[in-house]
């Protein structure tokens, strides 16, 4: 049976940098549970600006407001603790950023060490092993796990950034143009990736290519000047848009 | 070639040559301070030198009128410095790096901008002054010169220093570090803990290394706090000595002015050292 509240929904939201400009204008959208979902759009959009207000990321940054609903399981994130809500929502950045000073093996514990989750040895063996092997990971760095995560490619260093997203168990994972800073292969892997994991988790990406969009996507969004243009099944999307500005885009007329 | 383009060339040349000549003019006085002290010093340096106290003016009068090289070493001066040095170390580093930490994190705030402000009138507050304030709110009170109070001093002198260092290598941290913990959900205390302060360890500690070479050849702060004393001491209440306020006693001693090379080629060589070691570790961390 399909569950009946949406995972995540979008109910008028908004986000201001400046009191006179909106980034994000009144944007309404139910995210299903377990899929892929895209945001497009060109840049300057409000497409990361959408989605780092989902992680409550614009908190830290006292003069930009966010008004309207967001929904995670029906209850409004915008009004719940950042650290609460961040447990529950992973993000992925555009560029990989393990962190420097941490081992392999310490950065995809470290969302445990930050939040003061103390495991035992076992627990983290296996925590370890499980999310590496979900990233793919496992076989190429199981020998090096006491290596920093910085020696790492920058496909890997992302590989290992979703790893230690993934060890939260969150419900929904934000990824930011991931692979924007990452050659073809490496891209390749990673979209891979991401069709095996939607089976875990709720995932909603930011991107620039809309080649990606169409490979991994079952839902996509258009964005425009902070405005939802059109939000609706990828295969619909490209092939017959119903908006002129969506239709601009995919063509390549207006980007 | 023509004549224009040998022309330009002659120019590029002259100007090249030109920024050699005084780019090596800048290591000139270094190298003749090296020199110099290298020079004087380097006989004076033995065992003993390190690990006895000071003579006395009448034992270096005799050894002087035998013909002998003065007696005895700096031994209460190093004790001394070290001492101090390793009390305002512990309070200066973890209030510095705090201090820092916060200023880094909150530059927008009005607090933060005047303690920013103030932590720079600080840096540029002569040491002479720091060493008289010091004198009122911890000598008197206490009745008497202390290391205690030299190690205040030192404290005061070094905090900014480290503040800056903090401050300043925890800015050029990328911002997605930060974000990154907090998206796991982290209070930003702990990231700032677990993540921000680890990562710009190499630049924190070059700071604090700095900080140390600046402090250790004060003087003029040390003689209003610990005033000096030409016995091996251990406690921290008493008097106390410390290289440079050696260097300063054995000016206006006339019996005792061979021994100025020596200290002064110690307290050189400890400073370059301690520069030198920053410089390299700053290089290893940022690899």
Known sequence: M???????????????????????????????????????????????TLLRAVNLMHNLYPNIRVG?????????????EPIDVRRRVGMVFQRPAPFPTMSIYDNVLSGFALNGIRLSKAEKDATVEHCLRSVALWDEVKDVLNKKGTFLSGGQQQRL???????????VLL????????????????????????????????????????????????????????YGDTETMFTNPTDERTRAYLTGKMG | MNVKTKNRLFKDKVMLWGICLFAGLTAVPLLA??????????????????????????????????????????????????????????????????????????SKR???QVVSYLTDLLQGTPSVIIGIITYIWVVVPMKGYSAIAGSVAL?????????????????????????????????????????????????????????????IGETAPLMFTALGCSLIRWSIDKPISAVPLLIWEFFNDPNLQDLIWGASLFLLLFVLTLNVLSKYLAKKWNQ
């Open chain 1, 161 to 171: 950034c979703i790893a230690r997203a993934l060890a939260m168990k969150p419900d």
């Open chain 1, 68 to 80: 309207g609903e967001i929904l995670l399981n029906g209850a409004d994130i915008l009004s719940m």
């Open chain 2, 33 to 106: 301070i090296l020199g110099e002290v290298l020079l004087r010093g380097y006989d004076q340096l033995s065992w003993s030198f390190f690990t006895e106290p000071t003579p006395t003016a009448y034992k270096a009068m005799k050894a002087i009128a035998a013909g002998e090289p003065i007696p005895g070493g700096i031994a209460n001066g190093i004790i001394g410095t070290l001492i101090m040095l390793g009390m305002a170390i512990v309070v200066a580093v973890p209030v510095g790096i705090l201090c820092g930490a916060y200023l880094a994190e909150n």
């Open chain 1, 2 to 48: 399909e569950s009946v509240t949406p995972i995540l929904e979008f109910k008028n939201t908004c986000v201001s940098y400046t009191k006179q400009t909106m980034a994000v204008k009144y944007v309404s959208a139910a995210i299903e549970r377990n899929t892929i979902t895209a945001i497009m759009g060109p840049s300057g959009c409000g497409k990361s």
């Open chain 2, 110 to 112: 009005r607090f933060a």
């Open chain 2, 155 to 215: 404290c005061i002198m070094m905090l900014p220093l480290i503040i800056r260092s903090t401050e300043e290598t925890l800015k050029i941290l990328p911002a997605s570090l930060k974000e990154a913990g907090l998206a796991l959900g982290a209070n930003s205390a702990r990231v700032m803990l677990k993540v921000q302060l680890p990562a710009a360890f190499g630049g924190i500690f070059t700071g604090v290394l700095l900080a140390i070479s600046r402090v």
């Open chain 1, 175 to 230: 990824m930011d143009e991931p692979t924007s800073a990452l050659d073809p292969i490496a891209t390749k892997h990673i979209e891979e990736l991401l069709l095996e994991l939607q089976k875990e988790v709720t995932i909603l990406i930011v991107t620039h290519n809309m080649g990606q969009a169409k490979r991994i996507s079952s839902k996509s969004m258009f964005m425009y000047l902070g405005e939802l243009v059109e």
